[in-house]
């Protein structure tokens, strides 16, 4: 069993914005992590650089951050000489760490794998109403609804037979490829340089390259990191290969496409979009894509909201179960995963 250094139970924190404690841990939440640790007071904090922290700092020796959690930079890791894990109770744990976090040898472990749960169900959910081209039709105000002939311009209205196209073999990716499996005779086509072809085709997949994909998707669904070698990587000459009513589907990083080419493809009508991320998010407030009716943008909805949130806590304090015990790290995130994910 890990324990602490003069052999009592480990010393921890939560630190995260006041709004992200308040949703992601309640009174059973808390109780569980009193079981786990020693939670000298305070129990929460949302500003590391407070002075009056210096005697709890000094003796923590692992931090539950989320949303709003300060960068682990080398002036506030001095002041926690006896840190010795960072349990993300949130995705991606860029904003946390630095340089002098790995250096320390630090570990870190991140929820990511139970936020992809609804940013996964919101993607189905997207690709299956753009199968119908619900949402555009519902926001054109054009549309007849007493006349089928007025939607034609959409293209076909069907979910059978489909084949969708998923950009990265993600955590979110892995389960889209499941998800559609449901759907009557649809193929899943997988580009994903990273990922191995057996695990692709297990999951449901076919692993394909990019430009082999792109001609040949009803929807085309991207849950790549946002990394400078993925940037714009669905630009001008990739949207012009989709077929035309084809849907861009984007909840991963709004980096992925060129909005401008985005802009123009949808303007003219020839593809559908729906956006949960942009790039600039938000985007100006002049954005021809919030007019056209062939495109729905969400406020980045995808990801854990509310009760959702919750599931993550429980991620982190089954790695702090599994730490104080001296188990394997279930979702441990390296230095080396940096180059690879969000």
Same mark, same amino acid.
């Given at each position: ?16 914005? /006041? ?68 349990? +993300? ?63 034609? /311009? ?7 037979? /489909? ?20 759907? +009557? ?30 001609p040949r998707v009803d929807v085309l669904t991207l849950h790549a990191p946002a990394l400078p070698s993925t940037r714009g990587m669905i630009g001008a000459e990739q949207l012009a290969a989709l077929p035309? +009513? ?17 802009? /123009? ?6 593809? &559908? ?20 009716? &062939?495109?729905?943008?969400?406020? +980045? ?42």
């Amino acid at each position: 069993m890990t324990v602490s250094i003069d052999g009592s139970r480990l010393a921890a924190l939560v630190v995260m914005d /006041r709004d992200a404690f308040d949703r992601q841990f309640d009174e059973t939440r808390l109780a569980r992590l009193g079981g786990l640790a020693c939670l000298p007071d305070p129990i929460f904090v949302d500003d590391l650089d407070d002075p009056a922290l210096e005697r709890r700092l000094a003796e923590v020796e692992v931090l539950l951050t989320g949303w709003g959690a300060p960068c682990l930079d080398a002036a506030r890791l001095d002041r926690m000489p006896r840190l010795r894990a960072m349990l +993300h109770c949130a995705g991606s744990v860029r904003p946390q760490v630095s340089e002098e976090f790995w250096r320390r040898g630090i570990r870190a472990t991140s929820a990511a794998e139970a936020n992809a749960v609804p940013v996964a169900e919101y993607t189905f959910a997207a690709l299956v109403l753009a199968g119908k081209k619900a949402p555009f039709i519902a926001a054109d105000p054009a549309v007849r609804r007493d006349d089928s002939r007025s939607i034609g /311009r959409y293209g076909e209205l069907s979910n059978e037979g /489909r084949t969708i196209g998923v950009v990265g073999f993600s955590r979110v990716g892995r389960r889209v490829v499941q998800l559609v499996r449901q759907l +009557h005779e649809a193929t899943c086509l997988v580009a994903d340089p990273v990922a191995g072809p057996e695990d692709i085709r297990a999951a449901g997949g076919v692993p394909v390259p990019l430009e082999e994909m792109l001609p040949r998707v009803d929807v085309l669904t991207l849950h790549a990191p946002a990394l400078p070698s993925t940037r714009g990587m669905i630009g001008a000459e990739q949207l012009a290969a989709l077929p035309p +009513h084809a849907t861009v589907i984007n909840t991963a990083r709004g980096a992925l496409v060129d909005t401008a080419a985005l802009e /123009r493809e949808c303007a003219s009508g020839r593809l &559908n979009a729906i956006l949960d991320v942009t790039d600039p998010e938000p985007l100006p407030v002049d954005s021809v894509l919030y007019r056209l009716p &062939n495109v729905m943008v969400t406020p +980045h909805l995808a990801g854990s909201l509310g009760s959702e949130t919750k599931r993550m806590t429980d991620a982190a304090l089954d790695e702090l179960e599994r730490y104080v015990s001296g188990e394997p790290l279930r979702f441990e995130v390296t230095r080396d995963d940096m180059r690879f994910s969000a």
